[in-house]
């Protein structure tokens, strides 16, 4: 079936480095959305990505999606602990529901 | 305040009941999702609607049930045919476009323990 795959699992940096979550689908994705998950909470959504090499920027976050619209891309740059949380992609494929990834869960160290 | 309600945060049942989760949503979203969170298990589907009285299952419906008979209301039924019930349930709604889903609001979720 479809499948949204994540990685890493778990990363955790101090506070300065950068970090990269990276998510890859066995099909061709109609979009991708990146949700951001602090402990304890819920999934808030940050961003989606439409179109073949898009690339967008939210402050020190940057979102990349595959030219072949089949993989994605969330880096933060220098990394503050406010960042904690775990990051999940979400793809669309059409006619269906999203499919999120398992999630990389960020932890950062001051 | 627009959003989308969860109750209860914390339940406890004893094995062999049925329990149902509430979720609303004052957003005027049409569409509306049932997830299961596990440890390391990231968001799996279980339920969703598009439109009120109609509904599909999602990847892990089995011993889940849920209805849509207004739009602003989506409960989920763990029956006693769940073999695995304790976990973190969240609820979620957007908006339907014609390019397809758009960007999902969850609830603040409901961490069920079956004893």
Redesign the interface.
Known sequence: ?QQVM?IP?YQHVQEGEDFTTYCNSSTTL??I?W?KQRPG?????LI?L?KSGEVKKQKRLTFQFGEAKKNSSLHITATQTTDVGTY?C?G?Q?GT???????TTLSVSS | DGGITQSPKYLFRKEGQNVTLSCEQNLNHDAM?W?RQDP??????IY?SQIVNDF?K??IAEGYSVSREKKESFPLTVTSAQKNPTAFY?C?SSIVGT???????????TRLTVT
């Open positions: 079936g994540q699992q109609s979009n959305q949700y909470g819920h999934p808030v959504f989606q439409v999940f979400a669309l059409a529901a999203l499919i999120f990834g398992k999630g | 999702y997830y390391g298990q990231g968001l799996r589907l969703y599909q999602g990847d969240l979620a390019s397809g889903n758009y960007e999902q609001y969850f609830g603040p979720g």
